[in-house]
């Protein structure tokens, strides 16, 4: 790869994540390497391009202005690589995905596994986010395709993978443990645990439906810190039935008695557009079950 094409990418990586540190890691470069290349940059252009501080670097108003450039530009060099790639057939690249937890702990592996078999070669990135921050990565280039939940943004193109059902989630032992579907308004007399990060989340969007209000105690994107925090009676939950699979704790699931669910999908800006890998992927995504 052109010298000036992995500055550009570090540029671009470094700004993403905010921090010397997480881009080299991301990279698999030493954060001297970073650092010195982000230094060759502003020597060659003359100007600042990242504000360094304790907490990490942010862009200054020049670099602001010039990272849109760059990002073209190693988008187009992405567009080469697909079109070396379909004269050479899939031997070699690069898959950056974004995921939430549940679909990274319980449907990538399999997915990956099966597409690893057969192209042995490719590289992967996986990006963890929200939602919005998933939908974002895809529509601004930063991902290749992402999992979210539907609707998504109409400039995405979506695959639908299926429906994940919300569950009421309860300490051993507690009184609401003996409904075959917990009623939800019950469920609003507890302390309730929230996962929840940045936008309107599932859970939150359910209650408010039925023109109900849950009495929030602590608010997570972390699943597996929800159910440890149930299981210690610290309170009630509702997630996600696909993080549900081989919980590792000691807690309660039901049904709720409204209908409570989510849309996956995998959303990515077109199929006819998509590197020769992206397209292969697609046709590996039945693995994602068991």
Not at 68 to 77: F, I, L, N, S, T
Not at 112 to 126: G, M, S, T, V, W
Not at 166 to 184: N, Q
Request: aromatic fraction near 8%; charge should be neutral.
């Amino acid at each position: 790869m052109d010298t000036n094409l992995q500055k550009y990418m570090v540029f671009l990586k470094t700004a993403e994540c905010g921090s010397f540190t997480r881009a080299a890691e991301l990279l698999s470069y030493s954060q001297s390497a970073v650092s010195r290349m982000i230094g060759d940059l502003e020597k060659e252009w003359r100007v600042t391009l990242l504000v360094r501080g304790r907490a990490g670097v942010r862009l200054t108003s020049d670099g602001m202005k010039l990272l849109p450039y760059a990002r073209r530009v190693c988008e187009e060099y992405q567009r080469l690589q697909a079109q070396v790639d379909e004269l050479n057939g899939l031997q070699t690249g690069l898959l950056r995905i974004g995921t939430f937890s549940s679909v990274a702990a319980h449907w990538l592996p399999g997915v990956i596994k099966a597409f690893q078999r057969d192209y042995p070669n490719i590289e992967y990135e996986l990006l963890l986010g929200d939602y919005t921050e998933i939908e974002t990565w895809v529509i601004e280039g930063r991902v290749d395709c992402g999992f979210l939940r539907l609707p998504a943004h109409p400039d995405l193109e979506t695959i639908l993978l299926g429906r994940d059902r919300l569950l009421a989630v309860l300490p051993e032992g507690h009184p609401l443990a003996r409904y075959e579907r917990v009623p939800a308004a019950r469920l609003c007399q507890e302390s309730f645990l929230l996962l929840e990060k940045g936008g309107k989340a599932d859970v939150s969007e359910i209650f408010e439906e039925h023109g109900l209000a849950p009495k929030v105690r602590f608010t997570t994107w972390d699943d597996y810190a929800i159910m440890s925090m149930v299981e210690s009676g610290l309170g009630v939950s509702v997630l996600p039935e696909l993080i549900l699979r081989r919980v590792p704790y000691r807690i309660v699931v039901r049904e709720l008695d409204v209908p409570a669910g989510r849309d996956i999908a995998l959303a990515l800006r077109g199929k006819k557009s998509a590197s020769l890998a992206v397209r292969r992927f697609l046709e590996y995504l039945s693995y994602r079950e068991p």
